[in-house]
C-alpha cells in the first residue's frame, strides 16, 4: 500500500507540475492576446475490456507437479468499461501540438479465464470476474489535429475480491460424490483475493469536434499492472503467494464531452 501511495502521489505531483509550468511559459514569453486557455469539458465514456492475469498458472499450480501431465490455457476475459470524465486541454501552439490532462472515475470489468486438462482427461475452468472503480488522470499530447497519445497511472479499486466461478467434469467421472465443484469454489474464494492496485498505461486516440466545442473521442489503451493484484492466503492446496500475479487489458472505448 506505501509504494501504491507513492506512485500515485508522484503522478499527481507531475500533472501539477506541468500545469505550472505552461502557465508561467506563457505568461513571462507570450502576450496577453496569445495566453494559453484551457478549454474545460465533462464527459460519459463506455467500451469494451480484452483482460488477463499475467502467470496465474504459477499460482494455481505448484511446482511439484509435472508439468509434462497437464496443459493450461489463459484465455483473455471480455468485461465492459463505463464511467465519467473531465477534460482539460490547451490550445494548440506554434508547433501544432497541444496538451489535456482527463481525470476519469470508471466502472471496469477486468480478471481473466482459466483452463486446466490433464493426461487422465481431467479438466476444470475457473473465471475471475472481478470489478473495478478505476481512478486515473490521463495525460495527453495532441501531435496532429485530434490525434493524441497518452499516458495512463491508475489506482484500481476491486468491488467484488472473491468473484471466481470454478466447474469442473469431476462429477461425470465421479458420480457418487456430489458438489465438489461447490466446495472447491468456495475453498478457493478464501484462499484467492483480489487486491487493490496500480497500473500503468499508453494509449492512443482520436478527438473529433462536431460543433458548439462538444466533442467525440475514442480511444485505445494498453494497461499493465505493476503491483500484485491477486493476495494468496495461507492454505493447505499447495497454492502459494505470487508477486507476479499482474493485469494486463486491452480497452477500447468512445467517449463524448461537452464544454462547461
Same mark, same amino acid.
Request: glycine share 4%; net charge neutral.
Given at each position: 500500500?506505501?509504494?501504491?501511495?507513492?506512485?500515485?502521489?508522484?503522478f499527481?505531483?507531475?500533472h501539477?507540475?506541468?500545469?505550472? #509550468?505552461?502557465?508561467?511559459?506563457n505568461?513571462?514569453?507570450?502576450?496577453? =492576446?496569445?495566453?494559453?486557455?484551457?478549454? #474545460?469539458?465533462?464527459g460519459?465514456?463506455?467500451?469494451i475490456n480484452?483482460? +488477463?492475469i499475467?502467470?496465474?498458472?504459477?499460482?494455481?499450480i505448484n511446482e /511439484?507437479?509435472?508439468?509434462t501431465t497437464?496443459?493450461t490455457? =489463459?484465455?483473455?476475459?471480455t468485461g465492459?468499461?463505463?464511467g465519467?470524465f473531465g477534460?482539460?486541454k490547451?490550445?494548440y501552439?506554434?508547433?501544432g501540438?497541444?496538451?489535456? /490532462?482527463q481525470?476519469?472515475f470508471?466502472?471496469?470489468q477486468?480478471?481473466?479465464?482459466?483452463?486446466?486438462?490433464d493426461?487422465? +482427461?481431467f479438466?476444470?475452468?475457473? +473465471?475471475?470476474?472481478y470489478?473495478?472503480?478505476?481512478i486515473c488522470?490521463? $495525460?495527453?499530447?495532441? /501531435? #496532429?489535429d485530434g490525434?493524441?497519445?497518452s499516458?495512463?497511472p491508475?489506482?484500481?479499486?476491486?468491488?467484488n475480491p472473491n468473484?471466481?466461478?470454478y466447474?469442473?467434469n469431476?462429477?461425470?467421472?465421479?458420480?457418487?460424490i456430489?458438489?465438489?465443484?461447490?466446495q472447491?469454489q468456495?475453498?478457493?474464494?478464501?484462499?484467492? +483475493?483480489?487486491?487493490?492496485h496500480?497500473?500503468?498505461?499508453?494509449?492512443?486516440?482520436?478527438?473529433?469536434?462536431?460543433?458548439?466545442g462538444?466533442?467525440? $473521442?475514442?480511444?485505445l489503451r494498453?494497461?499493465?499492472?505493476v503491483?500484485d493484484?491477486i493476495?494468496?492466503?495461507s492454505n493447505?492446496f499447495?497454492?502459494?503467494?505470487?508477486p507476479n500475479?499482474r493485469?494486463r487489458f486491452?480497452?477500447?472505448? /468512445?467517449?463524448?464531452a461537452?464544454?462547461?
Open positions: 500500500m506505501r509504494k501504491l501511495l507513492i506512485l500515485f502521489l508522484f499527481v505531483g507531475l501539477l507540475h506541468a500545469q505550472d #509550468w505552461d502557465f508561467r511559459y505568461y513571462h514569453f507570450n502576450d496577453s =492576446t496569445r495566453i494559453q486557455k484551457l478549454n #474545460w469539458h465533462i460519459f465514456k463506455a467500451g480484452l483482460s +488477463k499475467s502467470t496465474f498458472q504459477s499460482t494455481i /511439484i507437479y509435472d508439468h497437464y496443459k490455457k =489463459t484465455p483473455l476475459r465492459v468499461s463505463i465519467i477534460h482539460w490547451s490550445n501552439n506554434n508547433w501540438t497541444a496538451y489535456a /490532462i481525470p476519469e470508471v466502472y471496469t477486468q480478471g481473466s479465464l482459466f483452463s486446466y486438462e493426461t487422465n +482427461k479438466t476444470y475452468n475457473m +473465471k475471475m470476474r470489478n473495478y472503480i478505476s488522470s490521463a $495525460i495527453k499530447l495532441y /501531435i #496532429w490525434l493524441h497519445l499516458l495512463i491508475q489506482l484500481e479499486l476491486v468491488t468473484a471466481i466461478i466447474s469442473s469431476f462429477n461425470e467421472v465421479n458420480e457418487e456430489q458438489n465438489v465443484d461447490q472447491i468456495s475453498n478457493l474464494r478464501e484462499v484467492l +483475493k483480489a487486491e487493490n496500480f497500473s500503468l498505461g499508453l494509449g492512443i486516440g482520436y478527438e473529433y469536434n462536431f460543433g458548439n462538444c466533442s467525440i $473521442i475514442t480511444e494498453h494497461q499493465r499492472g503491483m493484484m493476495e494468496t492466503l493447505t499447495y497454492m502459494e503467494e505470487n500475479d493485469s486491452f480497452q477500447f472505448t /468512445i467517449g463524448i461537452f464544454p462547461l
